[in-house]
């Protein structure tokens, strides 16, 4: 079911509504955006319909302001970064809806940035009215929002009842190639690594990627619950303890397809610069913060010998040094094996960035949950609502 993207529309004259992620980190106040990344990831898909001769409207939410407008949450400073970055003019508009952001209908070659979706109810609530009013704007529609592709909302799913075409911009077509690839016909072996805090955040995505991949590791704190789940010491380490017996489950039924941590780098205290050892029972009044050298060494072989990876999550505390050890060894290893990467979380991209390797990876998804539930073999409400090939 392959979607049309922005490459296969006539955008010529047309006004082409394109939902983007400009859901962008603000300091206190909501006037200074400390991060411009979402914005940067937009602009391929932004230059790609102004140089195809079209009228640009861009929509996104951002922050939380539930249905009523509030002025540290508009989009006013997002569109005087977006005219910095694109180096024209961007006219942002009062609201999203109504006669008179109509009558700001960009001529070809020009940029609108609507007003925050979510200063509106309709927008979450997926309301009809609403998603025809915002569809009344345009000739056509264009989603390159992967991060909210996951939600049902007006501006993802309602409106598109309402255009003529649908299609994926530049970045979402990305998103979907390379998830879409690593998932439904990876190159073999296909690895995941899996990490992070909680099993019961990751139970859909292991127990969908077991039946694509040849092996699955599992690091970060998630791995306690197994290890605990076998009879294992895990010491003051994160254990969930109701997800036990689904841990159990999850290794019969995944035998040595699942690699766990076999050495532990253990502290009495969580917190940086912790005195740790490297253990291969974890005592009693210790926590596991990192996997141990020799964990380390089983994964990058698996690593190493892999044509495809999928990572999500951290091997353990990332953000206290040194408990960063495993995380980088990790990043370094997915980067220098040649194999198609392609990596989600904020803290795998960290420990990507921090290693300097990112220009190693073959993707790093923009979509943190929209991410997971593609990874869980769930289908995007956002993605299936665009128009067939
Ligand atoms: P997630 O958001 O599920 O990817 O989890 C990320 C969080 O898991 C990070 O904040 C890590 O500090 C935490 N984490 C990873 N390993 C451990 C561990 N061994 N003990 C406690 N927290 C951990």
């Not at 962008?24 to 940067?40: F, H, M, N």
């Not at 991410?371 to 409400?381: D, T």
Request: hydrophobic share 45%.
């Amino acid at each position: 079911m392959a979607k049309l993207s922005i490459r296969d529309l006539a955008l010529q004259g047309k006004t082409v509504f394109i939902r983007v992620d400009f859901n962008v980190p603000l300091a206190p106040g909501g006037q200074e955006i400390t991060s411009d990344k979402r914005i940067r990831a937009a602009l391929p898909t932004i230059k790609y319909a102004l140089e195809q001769g079209a009228g640009v409207i861009l929509a996104s939410h951002l922050g939380r302001p539930k249905g009523k407008r509030n002025a540290e949450m508009s989009m006013a400073p997002v569109g005087a970064k977006l005219a910095e970055l694109l180096g024209q003019p961007v006219t942002v508009a009062p609201d999203c809806i109504g006669a008179e952001v109509a009558a700001l209908k960009p001529a070809a070659g020009q940029v609108l940035l609507l007003e925050n979706l979510r200063f509106h109810a309709e927008e979450e609530a997926n309301d009809p009215e609403f998603s025809k009013q915002l569809a009344s704007l345009c000739d056509v529609y264009v989603n390159d929002a992967f991060g909210t592709a996951h939600r049902a909302h007006a501006s993802t799913v309602g409106m598109i009842a309402f255009v003529p075409q649908a299609a994926a911009g530049l970045l979402m077509d990305k998103e979907l190639q390379w998830l879409g690839k690593a998932t439904q016909n990876p190159d073999r072996p296909c690895i995941a690594i899996l990490g992070g805090a909680k099993v019961s955040d990751k139970i859909e995505v292991i127990v969908n990627l077991a039946k694509v991949v040849d092996k699955l590791i599992i690091g970060g704190a998630m791995a306690y619950t197994f290890l605990k789940a076998r009879g294992e010491a895990t010491g003051k380490s994160l254990v969930e303890e109701d997800k036990i017996p689904l841990a159990l489950e999850l290794m019969n039924s995944l035998g040595d397809k699942l690699m766990l941590p076999t050495d532990h780098v253990v502290a009495a205290e969580f917190k940086a610069g912790a005195e740790n050892e490297v253990v291969t029972v974890i005592p009693e009044g210790k926590m596991a913060l990192d996997i141990g050298p020799a964990t380390i060494a089983a994964y990058e072989a698996v690593v190493k010998a892999s044509k495809t990876i999928i990572w999500n999550g951290p091997m353990g505390v990332f953000e206290l040094k040194p408990f960063d050890t495993g995380t980088v060894a990790v990043a370094l290893a997915v980067a220098n094996s040649g194999a198609v990467s392609v990596v989600g979380g904020g803290d795998s991209e960290k420990a990507i960035k921090s290693a300097g390797v990112s220009d190693k990876i073959t993707h790093v998804s923009t979509g943190g949950g929209a991410s997971l539930e593609f990874l869980s073999g769930l289908v995007l409400p956002g993605v299936a609502a665009l128009t067939e090939k």
